[in-house]
């Protein structure tokens, strides 16, 4: 019964301040009432906060333009627009740039997205600047089935602490690459 006493003061204070009033002493009303009033408020904080979260604001956007005379700019007012602005239908592929190797043994991010899956073990290798090095490696050079040779290679990284790359292939070509903290 005692349990339920201190429960229902933690959690319902305003209905036991009132079901206790005559039995409880002044330091007792004091502190019930100080804790009634703190859990209220605390329950019309939330409900405002989330009545005020529910509510989209959205700002004009203001773009500024010179005018024929470089001393009198004007300021036009832009309301948002919430849906996209519509892609081409055909769009045009961008070359990637094959960044020239620096002969080092550590990856960077422009390297890192030169390096496209198919790619050959070599291939790779001339890109990064060196070989990596072998965290695993399963199967036989040339085997087939579940035999496939497959190798992964770690290549530490231009950027962060730890940076790094790791790639894996499977008879010699890229099947997979993952990176973290590379610039």
């Known amino acids: 019964m005692k349990a339920l006493k201190v429960l229902g003061w933690i959690i319902v204070p305003y209905v036991m301040i009132f079901a206790f009033w005559k039995k409880i002493g002044v330091a007792g009303k004091i502190f019930g009432t100080t804790w009634a009033t ?3 408020l605390m329950v019309i904080g939330n409900m405002v ?3 005020a979260a529910d509510k989209q604001v959205t700002a004009p956007v203001v773009s ?4 024929a005379t470089p001393s009198v700019i004007e300021a036009k007012k832009e309301e948002a627009s919430p849906t996209p602005t519509p892609k081409p239908a055909t ?6 740039p094959k960044p020239t190797p620096k002969n080092k043994e550590s990856i960077s991010k ?6 496209k899956t198919g790619m050959t073990y070599d291939e790779v290798s001339k890109i990064i600047g060196g070989p990596g090095e072998v965290l695993s490696e399963s199967g036989t050079k040339g ?4 035999d496939i040779h497959t190798v992964m290679y770690m290549y530490k990284g231009e ?3 730890g940076a790094n790359s790791n790639m894996m292939f499977q008879n010699e070509k890229l099947i997979n690459k993952a990176q973290i903290g590379l610039k």
């Open 143 to 146: 085997g087939t089935g579940l």
């Open 49 to 51: 906060g989330e009545k």
């Open 64 to 67: 500024v333009a010179a005018s």
């Open 110 to 115: 422009e390297e890192f997205d030169a390096i």
């Open 159 to 161: 950027g962060s602490l």
């Open 38 to 40: 703190l859990v209220a």
């Open 91 to 96: 769009p045009t592929p961008v070359p990637t």
